[in-house]
């Protein structure tokens, strides 16, 4: 296992396209945006249940690994469409000043 102080957006978007990409690449990007989706709604209602609001749940109530979740079906998302993630960020928010205003 990585530690996570040496895990980088780079090495997790390639263990997720070394493992998954053929799986991925056959189902396509719009299936994969529909996980990715469930799983942004699956962090929504961690974040939920975590505020102490919202009734019962159906799994995912891992605040952490739901936030998880949504970062691996990123990169999935990122893979199948050609996109390097980590150089992707690099150029929006870290180079020159950033991004103004809203992301
Ligand atoms: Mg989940």
């Known amino acids: 296992m990585t530690e996570p ?3 980088t957006i780079e090495a997790f978007q390639r263990f997720i ?3 998954y990409l053929a799986t991925d690449s056959a189902r396509g990007t719009p299936g994969t ?5 469930e799983e942004v ?3 929504a209602t961690a974040l939920h249940k975590a505020a102490g609001e919202g009734g019962a749940t ?3 109530e891992n605040l ?6 949504v970062l691996a ?3 999935t998302l990122a893979n199948i469409n050609g996109i390097d993630l980590a150089r992707a960020v690099s150029e929006k928010y870290l180079a ?8």
């Open 41 to 43: 709604g699956e962090l």
């Open 33 to 37: 945006f529909m996980w990715f989706i």
């Open 96 to 103: 020159r000043e950033g991004p103004e205003g809203t992301k």
């Open 64 to 69: 952490a690994e739901e936030f998880a979740d």
């Open 17 to 19: 396209r070394d493992r």
């Open 58 to 60: 159906t799994g995912g």
């Open 73 to 75: 079906w990123l990169c």
């Open 5 to 7: 102080s040496a895990l």
